[in-house]
């Protein structure tokens, strides 16, 4: 359990669907990040976080929309996915500066796009 | 621009014998660097990371890591590999004065009895 946690586990949804993943931490961090994990790309960067506000935007296309209401709470709206999309994504948080900014990550959602 | 390398997709090793898994970064200014294990199903856990000061750092599982700032490099060791060790490893930079941590592509470890 490393304090950050993913809903759901396993998602399944038609291209037309939307659907929306969370995560929360109570770690007491205040950068939240999105990344996304399939087998040609390991491990891409979505979205940072920091302080409440969006830092980085990794080109991702815009069926992807993040938001972040507060610093504990992390969400990833989906809107006409592709096949493509298909993977496990993992929110993870860490501490925005200073030498205590390792990455904690959650046990992501695997998402099947059909 | 915050770059890693991981050279290889697969270190085999046997049980008992040391393991090294490769990593080369780069990055603007001081680098912070970390390393993450992955098991199957499983989101990424943190294993040891450098920051400042000594450059032979200690983390989890009886893994060390060196950091080599003349060759930019962060290279993952164990004295004695398990064959519970069997994982995806990955490297990861982040500059100081940003937020944005990169990953390498991963290396799978594997270890045979």
């Known amino acids: 359990e490393t304090g950050v946690t993913q809903t759901p586990r396993h998602l399944v949804m038609g291209m037309t669907n939307k659907k929306s993943l969370k995560c929360e931490q109570h770690?007491?961090?205040?950068?939240m990040y999105w990344y996304k994990q399939s087998a040609k790309k390991p491990l891409e960067l979505m979205f940072v976080?920091?302080?409440?506000?969006?830092?980085e935007n990794n080109s991702v296309p815009s069926r992807f929309s993040p938001e972040c209401p507060n610093s504990s709470h992390l969400f990833l709206h989906l809107h006409t996915l592709q096949p493509e999309d298909s993977a496990l994504y993992l929110c993870?948080?860490?501490?925005?500066?200073?030498?205590?900014?390792?990455?904690?990550f959650g046990q992501g959602t695997r998402l099947t796009v059909v | 621009a915050q770059s890693v390398a991981q050279p290889e997709d697969q270190v085999n090793v046997a049980e008992g014998n040391p393991l090294t898994v490769k990593c080369t970064y780069s990055v603007s200014g001081n680098p912070y660097l970390f390393w993450y294990v992955q098991y199957p199903n499983r989101g990424l856990q943190f294993l040891l990371k450098?920051?400042?000061?000594?450059?032979l750092v200690k983390g989890s599982y009886g893994f060390e890591a060196e950091f080599n700032k003349s060759q930019t490099s962060f290279h993952l060791k164990k004295p004695s590999a398990l064959v519970s060790d069997s994982a995806l490893y990955f490297c990861a930079v982040r500059s100081y004065n940003t937020d944005k941590l990169i990953f390498g592509t991963g290396t799978r470890l594997q270890v045979f009895p």
């Open positions: 976080y920091s302080l409440e506000e969006r830092v």
């Open positions: 993870a948080s860490s501490q925005h500066r200073g030498e205590n900014t390792e990455a904690f």
């Open positions: 450098y920051i400042t000061g000594d450059n």
């Open positions: 770690l007491g961090h205040n950068a």
